[in-house]
């Protein structure tokens, strides 16, 4: 039986509280005045459906509506007289000069019968009514139990709607009725809009606090819009439009591209074809693109792309006549773009002598690791990355998940690569950074060594005792949404949604805009420095929390880059390194 929430009955809120029963008695005392905070909203109120006009304007003051008594009596047909002797206001169908020993009776008794007057509802008595009323979401054969917490903003109420018996991965989310569940969602903000006139945000987490659906109401546009639902994603399509709307255009310099594009799902990667009608590939055209700058370019689209569809991406880049301009890839889980081929530029041999020496060293006297339990084999490549090198150690008889995995010695194991690390450092007189991998290329582990204090760390160790020490980075995203949820300077405010992905030497963070788009004043009027700070305390403390360097990339609500922020976890140092 599918579950039926409680209609929401729209009341006409009108409290005459204070005003209308001081009326039912006789003030013979001395008057007096005091100080009080009002608050004007613009507040209308409708008698069968037709808006009323006031003398002087509603106001709110302590959790109560304060409206013209005249203007509301006159219009139910109520006549209203005041005697100013004996401060007392007088109603009736039919006025006439009643005695003040029967008056008050008949009309408390009439005042009863005839009217309910309500006042505004805390965001308290909201929550509990939440909480005893719509704690359960039936549809078909599955319960969804929730609990809810409220939190009133500057310009928004915050919904937390935390889930008690299900997991957003699990049946039980995915089989509900999506548009049924909206619905139920809707009936929530219809009854918060009905006592507070602000934008309303509701996050959906399940029993694990990962998120499982956003959604927002805009007061002014009456409009309920759902932001994200977990297992909803965006299609090849859509896809294809937001990368037109973004990355039409590229230009640097004297030249200027705009492309098309076209997706495709394989089996384990998704193909995008960029095509230009612009340049030929064997044109000065293609030859004058600053090489650095364009395949920038071409990474921040695979990068959107694996963000997306969390697979690997490969790119080609077409001419006018469709031939092959360039071919670039990017690996997902080791968040690594590579070059294939970009027609008229010549691929630097690595010449490097030492590195290759190294390697086959490597390849000879540690590419078996063995321990009482396992015996794991390796294959050992090696890249020079800024001033450190790179270290990837495959695995050839073993799985990410296996017990062969699994069942190592952990402690042994560090030691070993501990060993390569010493190793490479000695040799090359770099810092080290090395990568597991398993034998299909899947990122398990990573550690470091630091030549200069010969110090060896690991970094990321699923599994691993000091990994059970560490919050999840499910855990550090909640805490980032509900600590940095807005920004304010006290000229703009400006409101983010906040995601983290683990990347193979990084965590990612997004900060997508609500409330802004890139030209707009309430980007352009924010007071840089003191943004700049707050982005920085956000990677500051995702780095502390997780242990790892940090990256932000900020998008207005429109999903367009505005800036680009780095934070160095071992050196503590932030960098801006785009701001549009």
């Given at each position: 039986?599918?579950?039926?929430?409680?209609?929401?009955?729209?009341?006409?809120?009108?409290?005459?509280?204070?005003?209308?029963?001081?009326?039912?008695?006789?003030?013979?005392?001395?008057?007096?005045?005091?100080?009080?905070?009002?608050?004007?909203?613009?507040?209308?109120?409708?008698?069968?459906?037709?808006?009323?006009?006031?003398?002087?304007?509603?106001?709110?003051?302590?959790?109560?509506?304060?409206?013209?008594?005249?203007?509301?009596?006159?219009?139910?047909?109520?006549?209203?007289?005041?005697?100013?002797?004996?401060?007392?206001?007088?109603?009736?169908?039919?006025?006439?000069?009643?005695?003040?020993?029967?008056?008050?009776?008949?009309?408390?008794?009439?005042?009863?019968?005839?009217?309910?007057?309500?006042?505004?509802?805390?965001?308290?008595?909201?929550?509990?009514?939440?909480?005893?009323?719509?704690?359960?979401?039936?549809?078909?054969?599955?319960?969804?139990?929730?609990?809810?917490?409220?939190?009133?903003?500057?310009?928004?109420?915050?919904?937390?709607?935390?889930?008690?018996?299900?997991?957003?991965?699990?049946?039980?989310?995915?089989?509900?009725?999506?548009?049924?569940?909206?619905?139920?969602?809707?009936?929530?903000?219809?009854?918060?809009?009905?006592?507070?006139?602000?934008?309303?945000?509701?996050?959906?987490?399940?029993?694990?606090?990962?998120?499982?659906?956003?959604?927002?109401?805009?007061?002014?546009?009456?409009?309920?819009?759902?932001?994200?639902?977990?297992?909803?994603?965006?299609?090849?399509?859509?896809?294809?439009?937001e990368l037109e709307d973004d990355y039409k255009e590229y230009t640097k310099g004297k030249e200027d591209f705009e492309f098309k594009y076209s997706l495709d799902d394989k089996s384990d990667y998704i193909e995008v074809e960029m095509e230009s009608n612009d340049f030929k590939r064997s044109s000065s055209d293609w030859d004058k693109r600053d090489t650095k700058d364009f395949r920038k370019f071409v990474k921040n689209i695979a990068e959107k792309v694996a963000d997306e569809f969390n697979k690997d991406v490969e790119i080609q880049v077409k001419d006018k006549d469709n031939k092959i301009a360039a071919k670039y890839e990017y690996d997902e889980s080791k968040d690594d773009f590579e070059v294939k081929y970009e027609e008229g530029t010549v691929d630097e041999e690595d010449d490097d002598e030492d590195?290759?020496?190294?390697?086959?060293?490597?390849?000879?006297?540690?590419?078996?690791?063995?321990?009482?339990?396992?015996?794991?084999?390796?294959?050992?490549?090696?890249?020079?990355?800024?001033?450190?090198?790179?270290?990837?150690?495959?695995?050839?008889?073993?799985?990410?998940?296996?017990?062969?995995?699994?069942?190592?010695?952990?402690?042994?194991?560090?030691?070993?690569?501990?060993?390569?690390?010493?190793?490479?450092?000695?040799?090359?007189?770099?810092?080290?950074?090395?990568?597991?991998?398993?034998?299909?290329?899947?990122?398990?582990?990573?550690?470091?060594?630091?030549?200069?204090?010969?110090?060896?760390?690991?970094?990321?160790?699923?599994?691993?005792?000091?990994?059970?020490?560490?919050?999840?980075?499910?855990?550090?995203?909640?805490?980032?949404?509900?600590?940095?949820?807005?920004?304010?300077?006290?000229?703009?405010?400006?409101?983010?949604?906040?995601?983290?992905?683990?990347?193979?030497?990084?965590?990612?963070?997004?900060?997508?805009?609500?409330?802004?788009?890139?030209?707009?004043?309430?980007?352009?009027?924010?007071?840089?420095?003191?943004?700049?700070?707050?982005?920085?305390?956000?990677?500051?403390?995702?780095?502390?929390?997780?242990?790892?360097?940090?990256?932000?990339?900020?998008?207005?609500?429109?999903?367009?880059?505005?800036?680009?922020?780095?934070?160095?976890?071992?050196?503590?140092?932030?960098?801006?390194?785009?701001?549009?």
């Amino acid at each position: 039986m599918k579950f039926k929430r409680k209609k929401i009955a729209k009341n006409l809120v009108v409290t005459l509280l204070l005003i209308l029963l001081m009326g039912c008695s006789v003030a013979f005392g001395v008057g007096y005045s005091k100080q009080i905070t009002a608050y004007f909203y613009n507040i209308q109120v409708k008698l069968d459906g037709n808006p009323l006009k006031f003398s002087n304007e509603p106001f709110i003051y302590n959790d109560s509506v304060y409206i013209p008594l005249r203007d509301v009596s006159e219009n139910l047909g109520i006549e209203v007289k005041w005697d100013g002797n004996t401060k007392t206001v007088y109603l009736a169908k039919k006025i006439t000069t009643p005695s003040y020993n029967n008056y008050n009776n008949s009309y408390e008794s009439y005042y009863k019968q005839q009217y309910t007057f309500i006042e505004k509802k805390s965001i308290k008595d909201i929550q509990k009514k939440l909480n005893d009323d719509y704690e359960k979401y039936k549809d078909g054969e599955e319960d969804l139990e929730f609990k809810y917490s409220l939190d009133e903003k500057s310009r928004y109420i915050k919904v937390e709607i935390e889930g008690q018996n299900f997991k957003r991965d699990s049946s039980d989310w995915k089989k509900r009725d999506t548009k049924d569940f909206r619905d139920f969602i809707e009936d929530i903000v219809k009854l918060i809009k009905d006592d507070f006139e602000k934008d309303i945000k509701i996050f959906v987490y399940d029993e694990k606090n990962k998120e499982a659906g956003e959604y927002e109401y805009d007061e002014d546009k009456k409009e309920f819009k759902i932001i994200s639902e977990y297992g909803e994603t965006v299609g090849l399509e859509d896809m294809e439009d937001e990368l037109e709307d973004d990355y039409k255009e590229y230009t640097k310099g004297k030249e200027d591209f705009e492309f098309k594009y076209s997706l495709d799902d394989k089996s384990d990667y998704i193909e995008v074809e960029m095509e230009s009608n612009d340049f030929k590939r064997s044109s000065s055209d293609w030859d004058k693109r600053d090489t650095k700058d364009f395949r920038k370019f071409v990474k921040n689209i695979a990068e959107k792309v694996a963000d997306e569809f969390n697979k690997d991406v490969e790119i080609q880049v077409k001419d006018k006549d469709n031939k092959i301009a360039a071919k670039y890839e990017y690996d997902e889980s080791k968040d690594d773009f590579e070059v294939k081929y970009e027609e008229g530029t010549v691929d630097e041999e690595d010449d490097d002598e030492d590195l290759s020496s190294l390697e086959d060293t490597l390849n000879d006297d540690f590419e078996k690791y063995e321990d009482d339990n396992e015996d794991l084999e390796f294959t050992y490549s090696l890249e020079k990355k800024n001033n450190e090198i790179k270290v990837v150690m495959k695995g050839k008889n073993f799985e990410k998940d296996s017990s062969d995995w699994e069942k190592r010695d952990k402690e042994d194991f560090r030691k070993f690569v501990e060993d390569v690390a010493e190793k490479v450092a000695k040799e090359l007189d770099e810092d080290v950074d090395i990568y597991v991998n398993d034998e299909d290329g899947k990122y398990i582990a990573k550690y470091e060594y630091d030549e200069s204090k010969k110090e060896f760390t690991v970094k990321d160790e699923p599994g691993s005792d000091d990994d059970d020490d560490k919050k999840s980075i499910d855990d550090v995203e909640k805490e980032i949404k509900k600590n940095y949820d807005e920004y304010t300077d006290g000229k703009e405010v400006l409101e983010f949604k906040y995601s983290l992905q683990k990347k193979s030497d990084y965590i990612k963070v997004e900060m997508d805009g609500k409330n802004f788009k890139i030209n707009s004043s309430d980007w352009e009027k924010r007071d840089e420095d003191k943004f700049q700070d707050f982005v920085k305390k956000i990677a500051k403390d995702v780095a502390e929390e997780l242990e790892e360097d940090v990256r932000v990339y900020v998008d207005d609500e429109d999903g367009k880059d505005v800036g680009k922020y780095y934070y160095y976890e071992k050196k503590k140092e932030f960098e801006v390194k785009e701001e549009n």
